[in-house]
């Protein structure tokens, strides 16, 4: 079938136009249009309709369907995703156990700052939830030391920020030039788009710590130029270090996060009506952007990386 669209769309293709309208006549609905935008051109990326990896003609392309996956490719602009995710304690030597439920926001707001380069901020929020009934909380077992922990919500307000690009994501507080590589493949499942991505870990961070996610949309959507901000799916997980309310003193082992969730296509209007009403009653202004984070300058060396 790659053949033939590779036959179907190639400019100096001497398939007569008869047998060129019967063919495409013949392609899934959905499919002839973003084939032809696709294939038109020898160097262009190429999809197979069948399930398979999607092949990027260079790493701008393949940038931009991560870049509009994930965000927007307007010059300027903001997501909001809602997610929610149970945390898993894993002592070593003990079966791993469940430990409270989250319920979350991640708000990120953006600008282009180059060409194909845009220089990122974002705030979350997450509330704990009991394991079993879903209300909000701020107790639960620890089911390897007897205690009742105290849990407070989750506010991460204090990330430095990113640039991100073609070469990879620099964070804005880098002491050098030095861009970080991602894991990034896309493929087809039927009639889905998955985006499969390792976010890379900074210098700094500690070392048990891992972040890996996959998103889903639809052809339909991947495969229309309109839509720049592309409404997914989310699901994965990320490993990290005991943090300190699990009080597990110097036992050795990890917390593993296992979160789904999708962009809220609206907004924050779009968020669950409890998690947006208690973010309302407690810290209206984090259902805001803050495009304050996008004016503070930039160092010498985010300046020397825009101007490379």
Not at 43 to 65: H, L, Q
Not at 101 to 129: C, K, Q, T
Request: aromatic content about 10%.
């Amino acid at each position: 079938m790659l053949e033939t669209l590779q036959r179907l769309f190639s400019p100096t293709d001497e398939m007569p136009s008869h047998e060129r309208r019967a063919l495409l006549a013949g392609l899934p609905a959905g499919m002839l249009g973003a084939s032809a935008a696709l294939l038109s051109t020898a160097d262009a990326t190429v999809i197979d309709p069948d399930d398979g990896f999607i092949r990027f003609a260079n790493s701008n392309e393949k940038f931009k369907a991560l870049f509009r996956l994930e965000r927007d490719l307007r010059d300027e602009g903001t997501t909001v995703s809602t997610y929610q995710f149970i945390t898993y304690a894993l002592p070593q030597g003990d079966r791993p156990q469940p430990i409270v439920r989250w319920e979350g926001m991640e708000f990120s707001y953006f600008r282009r700052v180059g060409d194909l380069i845009w220089r990122i901020h974002a705030h979350n929020v997450s509330y704990p939830r009991d394991l079993h009934t879903g209300e909000f909380t701020s107790r639960a077992p620890n089911p390897f030391t007897g205690e009742m922990l105290e849990i407070e919500p989750m506010k991460l307000l204090n990330d430095p920020g990113v640039l991100h690009g073609p070469q990879g994501y620099l964070p804005l507080d880098a002491k050098s030039v030095n861009w970080l590589d991602t894991y990034h493949i896309l493929r087809t499942e039927g009639p889905l788009i998955k985006s499969e991505h390792i976010r890379p870990t900074p210098d700094g961070w500690p070392v048990m710590f891992i972040e890996s996610s996959c998103s889903t949309v639809t052809r339909k959507d991947f495969f229309d130029s309109s839509v720049t901000a592309l409404p997914y799916q989310t699901s994965g997980f990320y490993v990290f270090p005991f943090p300190a309310w699990m009080r597990m003193r110097d036992r050795p082992g990890h917390m593993l996060g296992a979160w789904s969730g999708r962009r809220a296509v609206m907004g924050v209007q779009d968020l669950p009506r409890e998690f947006r009403e208690r973010v309302a009653r407690e810290n209206p202004e984090l259902l805001e952007p803050r495009w304050d984070e996008l004016d503070r300058p930039l160092s010498a060396v985010l300046k020397e990386a825009l101007r490379s």
